[in-house]
T-cell receptor, first 115, second 110 residues
């Protein structure tokens, strides 16, 4: 059973370009979370999605950032018009149930570098 | 607003030592307290999850305790091994969001 798969592992973008980060949850998992880890800072919650639904996006910046988890295919975190401050490691996690005490399984992350 | 603090920030010990990592949180209204391990380039691995109604959880050489009233959790690692070298993160569960500490970077020297 493959774990949570994130790609690409490393993504380099120039300022103003778009970044698309993909996350395929573990088989059988229908709940996806995105977290961001800025340099020298702790991980910060961004968004929680179930298939075709955004449940909680309170951690998402109001502009340029969007996320989706379609019925088929991976979850996508999209950052439009990237700026240097978007450079960070982006981690995706998945779980089976909509339970507060459900263990999360994390991917290896995507390291975004904005030049 | 929940804040999570971990001390020490870094720790270096010889192999075989028992050690304690500390985590404190400011808001005791948590659903759970979780400990993770982060290895460079390998993401995060869930180690232990203590529900708010529980006092401790154990897995192998790891034991985590939770004292909600004092806002503290400790991770105890027995008989440390070089393979335990990693960054250990604690996170306070607030509904479906995790509020994270900055971690303790552990080096176990052979």
């Amino acid at each position: 059973n493959a774990g949570v798969m994130q790609n690409p592992r490393h993504l380099v973008r120039r300022r103003g370009q778009e970044a698309r980060l993909r996350c395929s949850p573990m088989k059988g998992h229908s709940h996806v979370y995105w977290y961001r880890q800025l340099p020298e800072e702790g991980l910060k919650f961004m968004v929680y999605l179930q298939k075709e639904n955004i449940i909680d996006e309170s951690g998402m910046p109001k502009e340029r950032f969007s996320a989706e988890f379609p019925k088929e295919g991976p979850s996508i975190l999209r950052i439009q018009q990237v700026v240097r401050g978007d450079s960070a490691a982006y981690f995706c996690a998945s779980s089976t149930l909509d339970s507060i005490n459900e263990k999360l399984f994390f991917g290896s992350g995507t390291q975004l570098s904005v030049l | 607003k929940q804040e999570v603090t971990q001390i020490p920030a870094a720790l270096s010990v010889p192999e075989g030592e028992n050690l304690v990592l500390n985590c404190s949180f400011t808001d005791s209204a948590i659903y759970n307290l979780q400990w993770f391990r982060q290895d460079p380039g390998k993401g995060l691995t869930s180690l232990l999850l203590i529900q708010s109604s529980q006092r401790e959880q154990t897995s192998g050489r790891l034991n985590a305790s939770l004292d909600k009233s004092s806002g503290r959790s400790t991770l105890y690692i027995a008989a440390s091994q070089p393979g335990d070298s990693a960054t250990y993160l604690c996170a306070a569960g607030n509904n479906r969001k995790l509020i994270w500490g900055l971690g303790t970077s552990l080096a176990v020297n052979p």
